[in-house]
């Protein structure tokens, strides 16, 4: 297995830490809205990493936080004029909700900002005894030139309009503007707790570091997002944990997932060229959107539009029409294609040649295939979640089924007859077995 590390811009050998054990963070939501097209994209592509981890032998765990207390929870909690416990639980009963629909089950553990207050002190105070942070009169800072290496991840160390996800705290108390906040004393009408370090709450960045030490310890195997969290995000963690523990590196492999782009511009709000996960899933489906996401390679930035997913809808569709034909008693050798799929994978996750060598061999095998690569695709669905191996019936058509069915029940066999009439017409036969 080899992957890209954004670390060394390498793609290299993956060797874990201990043997075939795995630990992986991903940065996981702030609950304060509903994910959008770009989360899902993220999210589904390191759940399909993560499963064919598992599918090689890797014993892979994979850890997700949920930020539960931001400025973002507090100022959309106080819009609503709800509290920002009821408003953080509410989306994050939603994002479990949309990732469940998309698919997204390799999740191992969701790990809550709020549920590791004491590891976040801890941490915070270990970086003002060794010199790392300072107060103000507005909290506790991080300041980065006591760190050598920052910067060393996206060889980087000033904010810019592209950072702005990644939020720099303001203070006017700041050594320097690229100092980040480790924790926010209290102001009136904001959620706090009373501390070592003084009642307030934590900075951002410093939630990550707590949990993945409380989980992993120091250092571990894979750490994953999207690219826009690379600065100063990630940066901030390095200089976080690899100070608190004088270990280097934090994350011995650090994956970052491209942008996805909304009709050939970079998503926004203000733009009108914004989609919920939700609304996404509901106007395409799920099996759709994952192949959409999965077929592109994970570090291209990859275009969200009605053209891009009608051409997809068209590829799975010619998957969909030579599964269904398979005959499943015929013999068939399918050892290139699974060398050649599995070693596209193995490379950095080459899903666009690993598809690719899929749709060679089904334009030459339509008439071969056999049981042997039936099988050899369910194996690849465990990872992918996109094939099926059943024909779908449309809502519409399971409708008339079940009122046929009510039919039949009550003995209305004439009228059953004539909506057994209106299904077959539209290119579904019906096998009756005897009503108990």
């Not at 004088?246 to 989609?275: C, I, R």
């Amino acid at each position: 297995m080899k992957i890209y590390n954004t670390l060394t811009r390498k793609v290299e050998e993956l060797k874990p830490i201990s043997d075939r054990k795995i630990n992986m963070f991903v940065c996981g939501p702030t609950v304060y809205d509903y994910a959008h097209i770009g989360n899902a994209r993220t999210y589904i592509n390191f759940d399909f990493f993560v499963k064919y981890l598992r599918f090689r032998g890797f014993d892979v765990f994979y850890l997700q936080n949920i930020t539960d207390i931001d400025d973002k929870i507090i100022a959309r909690s106080k819009e609503r004029m709800i509290s920002w416990e009821t408003l953080a639980k509410e989306y994050e009963e939603k994002y479990y909700e949309d990732m469940a629909a998309l698919g997204v089950t390799a999740v191992a553990e969701y790990a809550r900002a709020t549920d590791y207050i004491p590891q976040i002190v801890r941490q915070v105070k270990i970086l003002l005894e060794k010199g790392y942070a300072y107060k103000t009169s507005d909290g506790v800072y991080y300041d980065i030139f006591k760190f050598a290496d920052y910067g060393k991840l996206s060889g980087r160390t000033e904010a810019d309009q592209n950072a702005g996800v990644s939020r720099i705290d303001e203070s006017l108390d700041k050594k320097n503007k690229n100092d980040f906040a480790l924790w926010k004393f209290s102001r009136p009408d904001e959620p706090s707790w009373e501390t070592e370090l003084g009642r307030g709450r934590p900075g951002w960045h410093i939630e990550d570091t707590a949990i993945t030490e409380a989980h992993f310890g120091s250092q571990y195997d894979i750490h994953g997002a999207a690219v826009d969290l690379m600065f100063p995000h990630h940066e901030a963690e390095i200089a976080q944990m690899e100070a608190i523990s004088g270990k280097k590196p934090l994350a011995k492999y650090w994956m970052h997932a491209a942008f996805l782009n909304m009709n050939s511009q970079k998503m926004s709000k203000s733009k009108g060229n914004f989609t919920t996960a939700r609304e996404a899933t509901q106007k395409w489906g799920v099996r759709l959107l994952r192949f959409f996401f999965i077929s592109s390679h994970y570090r291209t930035v990859l275009d969200y539009s009605e053209a891009s997913l009608e051409q997809a809808k068209g590829a799975l569709e010619r998957l969909d029409g030579f599964i269904l034909k398979i005959d499943k008693t015929k013999e068939d050798d399918i050892s290139q294609l699974k060398t050649e799929v599995l070693a596209a994978l193995d490379n950095d996750f080459d899903t666009p040649k690993a598809l690719a060598v899929l749709f060679d061999y089904i334009r030459d095998n339509r008439d071969k295939a056999g049981k042997n690569a039936y099988a050899f695709l369910q194996e690849l669905n465990a990872v992918f979640g996109f094939l099926i191996f059943e024909k779908e019936v449309p809502e519409e058509i399971q409708k008339l089924i079940n009122k046929r069915e009510a039919l039949r029940k009550e003995k209305k066999y004439a009228e059953a007859d004539k909506l057994r009439e209106e299904i077959e017409a539209k290119g579904y036969k019906i096998e009756d077995r005897a009503i108990k």
